[in-house]
C-alpha cells in the first residue's frame, strides 16, 4: 500500500489550470480532500472542465473522501484570498 500526499497553492487559480496540478503516479483507490490555512471552500476536478468534489470549510466539511481511480487532479479555489493551500492524501 503506498500513500502520497500533494500540497497546491491554489491563490491564483479561480479556474482550473490547462495541465493538472497533481498526477499521482499509481491507480488510486482512495482520495482524501482537505482545504488548508485560510481557504473557505475549494473545487477539484478529475477532467480539468466539471466539479467532482467541493471542500467547504464554512460547513464543517473541511475536507472530503472518495473512493475512485484517478491519475489527474485540478484544483481551484472557490472564494479568493491569501495563503490558500489544498492537500490531497491519495492510497493504492
Known amino acids: 500500500m503506498s500513500i502520497t500526499t500533494f500540497s497546491v497553492d491554489v491563490t491564483a487559480q479561480a479556474t482550473y489550470p490547462a495541465t493538472a496540478q ?8 482512495t482520495l482524501a480532500f482537505f482545504a488548508q490555512n485560510s481557504l473557505r471552500d475549494a473545487f477539484f476536478s478529475f477532467d480539468g472542465v466539471n466539479d467532482a468534489v467541493h471542500v467547504d470549510a464554512t460547513n464543517s466539511s473541511a475536507g472530503v473522501s472518495v473512493s475512485q481511480h484517478i491519475l489527474r487532479v485540478w484544483a481551484r479555489r472557490g472564494a479568493a484570498g491569501a495563503g490558500n493551500t489544498v492537500q490531497v492524501i491519495v492510497e493504492d
Open 22 to 29: 497533481i498526477i499521482v503516479p499509481y491507480q488510486t483507490r
